[in-house]
């Protein structure tokens, strides 16, 4: 009978530190399921993918870590104190008693505890008001709770909790080291240390000398305004290369590509960008 894939994983004691990437080694070093009974191919999948679950749910940062974890909680905690205040005072506009707050019962109550609930839910009863002016209370009572209550408190805690993301984004990149911050430049590769056989490239070509012609070419055929013909407005997304010093540096900047293509990858993708992207503009 073949060993169950929980004890060929070794015992739990043998693992030292639970670590993931050990754990997903040994899945993989297990012999083929090619040559397994379909109970052990079977459990070998519901290993792994129990694994990958785990490693999703451990890739969450948990609520209570958020840097605007405890600005929320205050902000709810303020909305829910504020709430009795705001019943007493929309229920004297109306010339209504006070209505008692009650407790929720226990889960399992006594005999004494679930008569005193009971004695406390009749005198509540007997503070409403006529039909017509319970149901009056009741709009304008959902109405302050809404701009009273949640609304200038949901706005500040905006403000706050905004400042709050940004300065928890300023101290996880300020807290990379010199060697961290050019570690992305340090591992980068040159054409001739790789292996390009058999690869899918990706060619990045700068077109942002063409900007200005792209922009001027769209204007000159929006200039027509409304009356504009089709083919008019049809070509303010082509460009015409007239001028011989452009079609010159756009072949400069794709000879790179005929350098790549006598590796014989296996596909090469030439994206094209009109230079550096403009600064968002704040519309206030």
């Not at 993918?49 to 609520?63: G, S």
């Not at 870590?65 to 929320?72: D, E, T």
């Not at 709050?164 to 340090?186: E, F, G, K, P």
């Amino acid at each position: 009978k073949p060993e169950p894939i929980r004890n060929a994983m070794s015992k739990p004691l043998e693992l030292g530190v639970p670590s993931a990437k050990l754990l997903q080694d040994q899945l993989a070093a297990l012999p083929s399921s090619t040559s397994q009974p379909p109970e052990v191919v079977r459990e070998r999948q519901d290993v792994a993918v129990e694994l990958n679950k785990a490693i999703r749910e451990a890739k969450q940062q948990p609520f209570e870590r958020s840097p605007i974890w405890w600005l929320a909680y205050e902000t709810v905690t303020e909305i829910v104190m504020s709430i009795p205040g705001k019943v007493k005072s929309t229920r004297r506009m109306y010339s209504l008693q006070e209505m008692p707050f009650i407790p929720p019962c226990t889960d399992d109550p006594s005999p004494e505890e679930e008569a005193e609930y009971n004695e406390k839910v009749e005198q509540r009863k007997a503070t409403r008001g006529e039909d017509d002016k319970e149901n009056e209370w009741r709009s304008k009572f959902l109405e302050k709770v809404g701009t009273d209550c949640f609304g200038p408190r949901l706005s500040r805690f905006e403000v706050v909790a905004e400042e709050a993301i940004a300065l928890s984004r300023i101290n996880s990149v300020a807290s990379l080291s010199l060697r961290d911050r050019v570690q992305t430049y340090l591992d980068r590769q040159s054409v001739e240390s790789i292996e390009m056989g058999g690869s899918v490239l990706m060619y990045e070509v700068d077109l942002g000398f063409l900007g200005p012609k792209i922009d001027a070419a769209a204007a000159a055929a929006a200039a027509g305004g409304p009356k504009a013909t089709e083919a008019e407005v049809a070509l303010q997304h082509v460009l015409m290369l007239e001028d011989g010093d452009d079609r010159e540096l756009a072949k400069q900047r794709l000879q790179g590509v005929l350098s790549l293509l006598e590796s014989s990858p296996l596909a090469v993708l030439v994206v094209a960008h009109n230079g550096t992207p403009r600064p968002d503009v704040d519309p206030s």
